[in-house]
Every structure is written in structure tokens, then in C-alpha cells.
């Protein structure tokens, strides 16, 4: 096994990464449509989805992705046809930016005028204003106790002392000022994020270590949101604050940095959900999604405790090889709403150079990845204001079902996932209880098969009158009754 040290993007050269978490390349795995099973020859079974559109649970802010490099693959000359595909066709509601304001380390990372064109077309494209959530990975290197933006591994990757103390009234500075520049130029954010992954000092990118408090060789990250909120406290209408966007959720790391801070002083509680295991094998893949459930059960109980909403802000399939993880995303983002009750699920990039991304920006035509679908089941016939209500299925092992009501009461969206190997034809109930228009129905649906070709977003026609879906293991459907967003 060769071990190759790099990050959540690859530009394509050996030692030059980005990303958000580090990877360590084994060999790929044997995708699953290559494992024999049993189960797959089997007649399809039957089961029953049950559909409570009374039930109510909570209200959806949004799906969404990031935008954080490479804004030059989509300004001045996008690839033909990108704005439609990556943001009405996704579905997408929330765009996630890094805060560049301030920079002179690296080519262009002041040109801010890239972001503003690519949230003006986007909004074009959608016809309203997606919800906008600046990051920060760094402040600028003037900030930093190492004069510099990136991160090599090296132990003074954070916040600058001046006299003794840190300087976090220069950072939350920097923070007002970011504001104003980035709404004098047309962007005014809905929430902002202090510090990307404060817990975490990456080998190869930008970051800025912050303990939950102040130590003797750490900023707390306590600490700095208060200054941050302080200082955008003297603007006209600030934003709303999003913290702490930890990298995951195992091992207690969310309560570690959210039991000091002031939870008055976010909208909602975020964290993004990486977790690479000591066999050096991530998570999402091995032991797979299911493995999250009791950490997302008691993010749960901490976000209820603190009388927060839970913000999903970053995942990705790392080390999928460009043909893995769609099926596993999937998964992931049903539990995230379902055991978790997440209003917000944002992947991580849009779009990328390679085979990364939701869509990797250098192919032509442009070809989504299983990821994007995966993201567009969900996304794709729901908007914020959606109030996620009950659904069940008579094979929970199996069958995983998550639905959503619109604030109008005039949508019904249901989302479906097999996550066996065996085929089930699965009938739909939502009795009499249905929105208004409810004969008015679609379905769409994916089944994954790396790394061979998927089936991907066929569209299936009007819900038969059976009520019945066949679906495929490892498959999910989008069933959608009355007014279309």
C-alpha cells in the first residue's frame, strides 16, 4: 500500500493541496457494484413508506455547497451551461464563500470581484438571492503568530500576540472591515463563520488554531467570537453568527468547543462531520454512514441543550477515487436530518478541478458526479421554510425515508433510500393528508453503481396509482406531489 500524504482538493501537483481535512490514500477499495451479494438476485420484497405530513419536526434553512477556490474556472468565461446546472438544477439554496479580503499571499485572493460575479449570476440563474455563509480558513498573515496564510503542520499556526496578549480585537477588526468591503462590492452575507475548523492545524493550507479557551499557547476560540461579535456590533443590521465549524463530531470535539462559548451570541450551532479512523480508512466509507448515528444523536441533545439549531456546513466523500460516495452521501445526508434534525446540509465544493467536487469544473461537457444527485434528491424540490414531518418505513434496516411540507402546504416532497442489496417495490401512504394539488406527482430517482455508470435522476413519471416505487439496492427516489419550487 503506497500512502500519499494530501487533502480534500488536489490541483494536480505533487506536494500542492488544498482542502479542508488531510487524506491518506490507500488503495481503492472494491466498489460496491462489484462485490457479489445474494441479495440482489432475489425477487424484489415488498415494504410500505408512510408518509405524516402532520408531524412536524424542523424547519429546513437550506442545501447548499461551497465556493472557495478556483473562482477563476468560472470568471470571466464559465463553462457553458454551469450556472443552470450547478444551482436551479441542483437546487441549491445556501452558497458558502471564504472570506479573502485582506490578502496579498496568494494570486488573486483579493479579487473579491470573483465572488461578486459568480453570487450575481447564481442569483440570475436561481431568480432570487441564494443565503450567503462567509468562512474564514485564516485571517491575513499580518494576524498570524507565523506571518503567513498556510498552515505547513507548523504549531504557530494561529493568532498573533501583541505584548503578551492575543490580538483578538484586531481580528474581530478585520472582521467589520471584511463585511464592509464585501457589502460595498454587493455581497452582504446572512451568517458568518470566525474560523474554519479551529480545532485543526492542516499540513498544506489555510488555517488558524484556536483552542475552545484560552491556553498558554492557543487563542480561545471563546474568546474570539465574543471580539468578533463585538466588533460587528457597531454595523448597521450584522449578520448572524454561525460557530464553532469544528471538523467533526466524534470524540466529544463539538462539546469540547461549544461548552465555554456564549451560545446567545450564534444563530445556530455548526460543525462540519469528517472523521478519518486509526485504520486510516474514513468513516463515511468504512464502517460507513451508519457509524455517525450515535455522535449525530448526541449533537442532538447538545444543540437542544443550548436551545440551537444544528448547521451541517462541510462534508465530502474524501479519498473516493472520483467514483465512490455517492451512495454514502446520500445516507449521510438522511441521517443528518433525520437522527440529528440539521436545518442546513452544505457539501463542500461545488466544484473542483480533477475529479473532485460536486462537479468537476475542467471536464467538457460538464459532468456532475453521483455526489451532485445525491445532493439534488434532496435539494431539488424543497426550500427553506420546509418543515420535515413524519415518515417511516416498515423495514427500517433497509428502507430509510425522509419527508418534507412546504409553508404553504402546497408541496409534499418524500426522499427514499434503499440501502440493501436487494430490490424492493415500495408503496408509498400519505393517506388523505396530502397538499392540496396531490394527484399533481413526479418521480426521479438514482441508483448508484461505481464505477460503472449510474443510473442517474431518471425520471420515472406521475407516482402510479399503486402508489408503488421499485427501487433498486443502493438507490434512492424523490417523489414530489403538488406546486414545484
Same mark, same amino acid.
Given at each position: 500500500?503506497?500512502?500519499?500524504?494530501?487533502?480534500?482538493?488536489?490541483?494536480?501537483?505533487?506536494?500542492?493541496?488544498?482542502?479542508?481535512?488531510?487524506?491518506?490514500?490507500?488503495?481503492?477499495?472494491?466498489?460496491?457494484?462489484?462485490?457479489?451479494?445474494?441479495?440482489?438476485?432475489?425477487?424484489?420484497?415488498?415494504?410500505?413508506?408512510?408518509?405524516?405530513?402532520?408531524?412536524?419536526?424542523?424547519?429546513?434553512? +437550506?442545501?447548499?455547497?461551497?465556493?472557495?477556490?478556483?473562482?477563476?474556472?468560472?470568471?470571466?468565461?464559465?463553462?457553458?451551461?454551469?450556472?443552470?446546472?450547478?444551482?436551479?438544477?441542483?437546487?441549491?439554496?445556501?452558497?458558502?464563500?471564504?472570506?479573502?479580503?485582506?490578502?496579498?499571499?496568494?494570486?488573486?485572493? +483579493?479579487?473579491?470581484?470573483?465572488?461578486?460575479?459568480?453570487?450575481?449570476?447564481?442569483?440570475?440563474?436561481?431568480?432570487?438571492?441564494?443565503?450567503?455563509?462567509?468562512?474564514?480558513?485564516?485571517?491575513?498573515?499580518?494576524?498570524?503568530?507565523?506571518?503567513?496564510?498556510?498552515?505547513?503542520?507548523?504549531?504557530?499556526?494561529?493568532?498573533?500576540?501583541?505584548?503578551?496578549?492575543?490580538?483578538?480585537?484586531?481580528?474581530?477588526?478585520?472582521?467589520?472591515?471584511?463585511?464592509?468591503?464585501?457589502?460595498?462590492?454587493?455581497?452582504?452575507?446572512?451568517?458568518?463563520?470566525?474560523?474554519?475548523?479551529?480545532?485543526?492545524?492542516?499540513?498544506?493550507?489555510?488555517?488558524?488554531?484556536?483552542?475552545?479557551?484560552?491556553?498558554?499557547?492557543?487563542?480561545?476560540?471563546?474568546?474570539?467570537?465574543?471580539?468578533?461579535?463585538?466588533?460587528?456590533?457597531?454595523?448597521?443590521?450584522?449578520?448572524?453568527?454561525?460557530?464553532?465549524?469544528?471538523?467533526?463530531?466524534?470524540?466529544?470535539?463539538?462539546?469540547?468547543?461549544?461548552?465555554?462559548?456564549?451560545?446567545?451570541?450564534?444563530?445556530?450551532?455548526?460543525?462540519?462531520?469528517?472523521?478519518?479512523?486509526?485504520?486510516?480508512?474514513?468513516?463515511?466509507?468504512?464502517?460507513?454512514?451508519?457509524?455517525?448515528?450515535?455522535?449525530?444523536?448526541?449533537?442532538?441533545?447538545?444543540?437542544?441543550?443550548? +436551545?440551537?439549531?444544528?448547521?451541517?456546513?462541510?462534508?465530502?466523500?474524501?479519498?473516493?477515487?472520483?467514483?465512490?460516495?455517492?451512495?454514502?452521501?446520500?445516507?449521510?445526508?438522511?441521517?443528518?436530518?433525520?437522527?440529528?434534525?440539521?436545518?442546513?446540509?452544505?457539501?463542500?465544493?461545488?466544484?473542483?478541478?480533477?475529479?473532485?467536487?460536486?462537479?468537476?469544473?475542467?471536464?467538457?461537457?460538464?459532468?456532475?458526479?453521483?455526489?451532485?444527485?445525491?445532493?439534488?434528491?434532496?435539494?431539488?424540490?424543497?426550500?427553506?421554510?420546509?418543515?420535515?414531518?413524519?415518515?417511516?418505513?416498515?423495514?427500517?434496516?433497509?428502507?430509510?425515508?425522509?419527508?418534507?411540507?412546504?409553508?404553504?402546504?402546497?408541496?409534499?416532497?418524500?426522499?427514499?433510500?434503499?440501502?440493501?442489496?436487494?430490490?424492493?417495490?415500495?408503496?408509498?401512504?400519505?393517506?388523505?393528508?396530502?397538499?392540496?394539488?396531490?394527484?399533481?406527482?413526479?418521480?426521479?430517482?438514482?441508483?448508484?453503481?461505481?464505477?460503472?455508470?449510474?443510473?442517474?435522476?431518471?425520471?420515472?413519471?406521475?407516482?402510479?396509482?399503486?402508489?408503488?416505487?421499485?427501487?433498486?439496492?443502493?438507490?434512492?427516489?424523490?417523489?414530489?406531489?403538488?406546486?414545484?419550487?
Amino acid at each position: 500500500m503506497r500512502l500519499v500524504l494530501t487533502a480534500a482538493g488536489t490541483l494536480g501537483l505533487a506536494g500542492l493541496t488544498l482542502g479542508a481535512a488531510c487524506i491518506i490514500h490507500p488503495e481503492p477499495p472494491l466498489p460496491p457494484s462489484q462485490k457479489l451479494s445474494a441479495a440482489a438476485a432475489l425477487p424484489p420484497y415488498a415494504a410500505v413508506v408512510s408518509i405524516d405530513p402532520a408531524e412536524r419536526h424542523q424547519t429546513l434553512v +437550506g442545501f447548499g455547497a461551497a465556493i472557495a477556490w478556483y473562482q477563476n474556472k468560472l470568471v470571466p468565461t464559465p463553462p457553458d451551461g454551469a450556472y443552470q446546472l450547478m444551482f436551479p438544477e441542483l437546487g441549491l439554496d445556501i452558497l458558502r464563500l471564504r472570506n479573502r479580503q485582506g490578502r496579498v499571499v496568494k494570486r488573486d485572493d +483579493g479579487n473579491i470581484g470573483e465572488d461578486v460575479e459568480i453570487y450575481r449570476k447564481a442569483t440570475a440563474a436561481l431568480g432570487h438571492a441564494p443565503k450567503v455563509l462567509l468562512s474564514s480558513w485564516s485571517p491575513p498573515a499580518t494576524l498570524k503568530a507565523n506571518k503567513a496564510e498556510d498552515c505547513h503542520d507548523n504549531p504557530d499556526c494561529t493568532l498573533a500576540r501583541e505584548n503578551g496578549p492575543f490580538v483578538y480585537d484586531k481580528f474581530g477588526d478585520w472582521w467589520r472591515t471584511s463585511l464592509e468591503v464585501y457589502r460595498a462590492q454587493g455581497i452582504d452575507p446572512d451568517w458568518i463563520s470566525i474560523e474554519n475548523e479551529p480545532s485543526f492545524i492542516p499540513p498544506s493550507w489555510e488555517g488558524c488554531k484556536f483552542d475552545p479557551t484560552e491556553t498558554a499557547e492557543y487563542p480561545g476560540y471563546d474568546r474570539a467570537l465574543e471580539a468578533v461579535h463585538a466588533a460587528l456590533a457597531k454595523l448597521p443590521k450584522p449578520p448572524a453568527m454561525l460557530g464553532p465549524e469544528v471538523l467533526g463530531i466524534h470524540h466529544g470535539l463539538l462539546d469540547r468547543y461549544v461548552a465555554p462559548m456564549n451560545v446567545a451570541l450564534v444563530a445556530g450551532i455548526a460543525h462540519h462531520i469528517y472523521e478519518l479512523g486509526d485504520d486510516k480508512k474514513w468513516d463515511w466509507l468504512d464502517p460507513g454512514p451508519d457509524s455517525f448515528i450515535d455522535e449525530m444523536q448526541a449533537a442532538a441533545k447538545l444543540a437542544a441543550a443550548a +436551545g440551537k439549531p444544528l448547521f451541517q456546513t462541510e462534508f465530502s466523500t474524501q479519498d473516493d477515487h472520483g467514483v465512490l460516495g455517492g451512495f454514502e452521501t446520500a445516507l449521510l445526508m438522511h441521517h443528518s436530518l433525520v437522527e440529528e434534525g440539521v436545518v442546513a446540509f452544505l457539501w463542500w465544493d461545488l466544484f473542483w478541478v480533477g475529479n473532485g467536487g460536486l462537479v468537476p469544473i475542467d471536464k467538457r461537457p460538464l459532468a456532475p458526479r453521483d455526489q451532485y444527485y445525491s445532493v439534488r434528491h434532496y435539494a431539488r424540490f424543497t426550500d427553506p421554510g420546509d418543515v420535515r414531518v413524519g415518515a417511516k418505513s416498515d423495514a427500517p434496516d433497509k428502507l430509510r425515508a425522509t419527508a418534507f411540507r412546504s409553508a404553504a402546504s402546497d408541496r409534499l416532497t418524500a426522499i427514499i433510500i434503499n440501502s440493501g442489496d436487494q430490490t424492493a417495490d415500495v408503496r408509498i401512504d400519505v393517506g388523505a393528508r396530502g397538499p392540496a394539488g396531490a394527484g399533481a406527482s413526479a418521480v426521479y430517482r438514482t441508483v448508484y453503481r461505481p464505477p460503472a455508470s449510474s443510473e442517474r435522476w431518471k425520471e420515472l413519471g406521475a407516482l402510479p396509482a399503486s402508489g408503488v416505487v421499485q427501487l433498486p439496492g443502493r438507490s434512492i427516489a424523490t417523489v414530489v406531489w403538488g406546486k414545484r419550487p
